[in-house]
């Protein structure tokens, strides 16, 4: 219950006090996601000419929720074990901030599929 508090929190500020724009990616295999080691495999259209990023990931693991965050397009190992052993048939949501010169930070939901 505690998880579902601090994901509800999360996203309701992140909805609140930030320009967020939110893309539905659709569905991604077990495979493609055991492949991810940076942000460019998720989301090939992300901006290029930003300073700083920071990264945060929410998704579903056993069916507990686990979150992770990241400060760079390449992503750790705490963060793409994540990926790999998300649930099937589970959302995961990404928050993308870019530095103040791009507006803000982007959202990306997927569905991942085996």
């Known amino acids: 219950m505690k ?3 601090v994901l509800f929190f999360l996203l309701l500020s992140t909805a609140i006090f930030s320009q967020t724009t ?8 077990k495979a493609k996601l055991a492949e ?4 460019d495999d998720l989301v090939p259209d992300h901006p290029t ?3 700083s990023v920071s990264i945060e990931l929410v998704a579903r693991i056993n069916g507990k929720v686990v979150m992770a965050s990241s400060e760079s397009i390449t ?11 998300a649930d ?3 959302k995961f949501l990404m928050d993308v901030n870019f530095d103040a010169q ?3 930070a982007k959202s990306y939901k997927f569905f991942t599929v085996e």
Do not use: P
């Open 3 to 5: 998880n579902y508090v």
């Open 22 to 29: 939110s893309k539905d990616m659709g569905k991604i295999t």
């Open 36 to 39: 991810v080691s940076l942000l």
């Open 49 to 51: 000419d930003f300073k």
């Open 75 to 85: 992503f750790s190992d705490a963060f793409k074990d994540i990926l790999k052993t």
């Open 88 to 90: 099937v048939g589970s």
């Open 102 to 104: 791009l507006n803000g």
